[in-house]
């Protein structure tokens, strides 16, 4: 039972993305920051999770918002012993261990003095949550919300980062003229983004359907100018690479010449006569001495395989597709297969359980996937891989000097970790 209750809360997280639905982001194009940069390495992997407008709102989440946390009223002086998550691997702490209970005004983390609440990370999850509280009991819902914080925590704080980093660096002019074009975007292309997604015809209806799902479309606009801004800043921050020239993706493609080698391949066709099938191998002479003679009358091969051959693609007239060499059983037929000319019949195989006959109708011979086939969508993998390390390199300039405190450790791909962050997880 124990065993199954884990089970439960482990799929539950896994499905609630799905169930949320994936909603894809629209590019933005910025006249103030420029085009959009590649995702985010993780920040934008959990581009989706945001908070709810409710507990944004509530008068205790005000509080903390107002005042100062001082060494007695800090979050993060008692600590969680909670679940071991990341976005790969969730497990669930053993029953009997205490649960602190995450309510959506709890503060999560500190990212450079802003606060991280628990609605910021569960608020798009909220009308999931709503259902699994109905059939968990109160243990298992307080897991499943704690598992589900640790593991998209991370995207969170990133995001927070580069939003902080954003209204450090640009003036307040860049500031202003960003926000009034992402809420224009919002507008003219989120908004019937969603209507289309919803299945709804206007704002109006639009919202009522997001109240079903304890979603709102103030919620959605916030949630959005937040990617959106994000992203945007990145673009202008991330030194990558766009193009490469040719003779750059040529030398990746030679010092990487194994991954486009293309093995020998032939096409083929068997007559297969086997002992058991005609009362043992001498009855099974005489089938073959008759396939000899059609074969040497000129008779067509495939037609006599379709007559005679007890290969399982008699009836395809003994045709076998592109097969690489090494992929038989028996040897001696694969040379032949691999060193007679095109169009030509073999000699006969005599094998432990049947006679065989090859033909061999095609053949491509050993070599490599040609430059000019493969050179856009290497030069694409290498902007891509550009984008990534230029994504990774700000966020590792911003985890370095960032202060963090978190009731869990924000564990990095890398293991980079903040110079100044603190952890209370263990």
């Given at each position: 039972?124990?065993?199954?209750?884990?089970?439960?809360?482990y799929f539950l997280i896994l499905a609630l993305p799905g169930l949320?639905?994936?909603e894809t982001t629209p590019k933005v194009d910025n006249p103030v920051?420029?085009?959009?940069?590649?995702?985010?390495?993780?920040?934008?992997?959990?581009?989706?999770?945001?908070?709810?407008?409710?507990?944004?709102?509530?008068?205790?989440?005000?509080?903390?918002?107002?005042?100062?946390?001082?060494?007695?009223?800090?979050?993060?002086?008692?600590?969680?012993?909670?679940?071991?998550?990341?976005?790969?691997?969730?497990?669930?702490?053993?029953?009997?261990?205490?649960?602190?209970?995450?309510?959506?005004?709890?503060?999560?983390?500190?990212?450079?003095?802003?606060?991280?609440?628990?609605?910021?990370?569960?608020?798009?999850?909220?009308?999931?949550?709503?259902?699994?509280?109905?059939?968990?009991?109160?243990?298992?819902?307080?897991?499943?919300?704690?598992?589900?914080?640790?593991?998209?925590?991370?995207?969170?704080?990133?995001?927070?980062?580069?939003?902080?980093?954003?209204?450090?660096?640009?003036?307040?002019?860049?500031?202003?003229?960003?926000?009034?074009?992402?809420?224009?975007?919002?507008?003219?292309?989120?908004?019937?983004?969603?209507?289309?997604?919803?299945?709804?015809?206007?704002?109006?209806?639009?919202?009522?359907?997001l109240n079903s799902q304890g979603r709102s479309l103030i919620f959605?606009?916030?949630?959005?100018?937040?990617?959106?801004?994000?992203?945007?800043?990145?673009?202008?921050?991330?030194?990558?690479?766009?193009?490469?020239?040719?003779?750059?993706?040529?030398?990746?493609?030679?010092?990487?010449?194994?991954?486009?080698?293309?093995?020998?391949?032939?096409?083929?066709?068997?007559?297969?006569?086997?002992?058991?099938?005609?009362?043992?191998?001498?009855?099974?002479?005489?089938?073959?001495?008759?396939?000899?003679?059609?074969?040497?009358?000129?008779?067509?091969?495939?037609?006599?395989?379709?007559?005679?051959?007890?290969?399982?693609?008699?009836?395809?007239?003994?045709?076998?597709?592109?097969?690489?060499?090494?992929?038989?059983?028996?040897?001696?037929?694969?040379?032949?297969?691999?060193?007679?000319?095109?169009?030509?019949?073999?000699?006969?195989?005599?094998?432990?359980?049947?006679?065989?006959?090859?033909?061999?109708?095609?053949?491509?011979?050993?070599?490599?996937?040609?430059?000019?086939?493969?050179?856009?969508?290497?030069?694409?993998?290498?902007?891509?891989?550009?984008?990534?390390?230029?994504?990774?390199?700000?966020?590792?300039?911003?985890?370095?000097?960032?202060?963090?405190?978190?009731?869990?450790?924000?564990?990095?791909?890398?293991?980079?970790?903040?110079?100044?962050?603190?952890?209370?997880?263990?």
């Open positions: 039972m124990l065993l199954m209750r884990h089970a439960q809360i949320f639905g994936c920051l420029g085009p959009p940069p590649p995702r985010l390495e993780s920040a934008l992997k959990q581009q989706k999770l945001e908070e709810t407008a409710v507990a944004r709102h509530t008068q205790e989440r005000n509080e903390l918002i107002e005042g100062d946390f001082s060494e007695s009223d800090n979050p993060f002086e008692t600590p969680i012993v909670t679940a071991s998550t990341t976005s790969e691997e969730i497990s669930i702490s053993p029953a009997g261990d205490d649960v602190e209970e995450l309510r959506d005004s709890t503060v999560v983390a500190i990212v450079n003095g802003l606060p991280l609440f628990v609605s910021d990370i569960l608020g798009v999850y909220e009308f999931q949550l709503l259902q699994a509280e109905q059939r968990m009991d109160s243990e298992d819902y307080k897991k499943l919300r704690q598992a589900l914080v640790k593991r998209d925590l991370k995207g969170h704080v990133e995001r927070l980062l580069l939003l902080h980093e954003m209204k450090s660096t640009l003036k307040k002019e860049q500031l202003d003229q960003l926000n009034q074009h992402l809420e224009t975007a919002f507008d003219d292309q989120r908004v019937p983004e969603l209507q289309k997604q919803m299945g709804v015809n206007s704002p109006q209806e639009l919202e009522e359907k959605e606009k916030d949630l959005f100018m937040k990617q959106q801004a994000a992203v945007q800043f990145m673009a202008v921050k991330a030194k990558a690479k766009d193009q490469f020239s040719r003779e750059e993706v040529l030398a990746r493609y030679r010092s990487r010449i194994k991954d486009y080698e293309v093995p020998a391949k032939v096409q083929w066709q068997r007559i297969r006569i086997t002992y058991s099938k005609h009362g043992g191998k001498d009855k099974a002479i005489a089938v073959l001495d008759e396939v000899i003679h059609k074969l040497q009358s000129g008779a067509d091969f495939g037609e006599i395989a379709k007559q005679y051959s007890d290969g399982t693609r008699s009836d395809k007239n003994g045709s076998w597709g592109w097969t690489r060499r090494g992929s038989l059983a028996e040897a001696e037929i694969e040379e032949a297969l691999f060193s007679l000319p095109v169009g030509e019949v073999s000699q006969v195989f005599e094998t432990e359980s049947s006679f065989q006959i090859v033909k061999v109708n095609g053949r491509k011979e050993a070599g490599h996937v040609p430059f000019a086939d493969v050179q856009g969508k290497l030069e694409q993998t290498m902007i891509t891989e550009s984008r990534m390390k230029a994504t990774k390199d700000i966020l590792d300039k911003l985890y370095a000097k960032a202060i963090i405190e978190s009731k869990f450790e924000i564990e990095r791909e890398d293991d980079v970790k903040p110079a100044n962050a603190t952890s209370d997880s263990n």
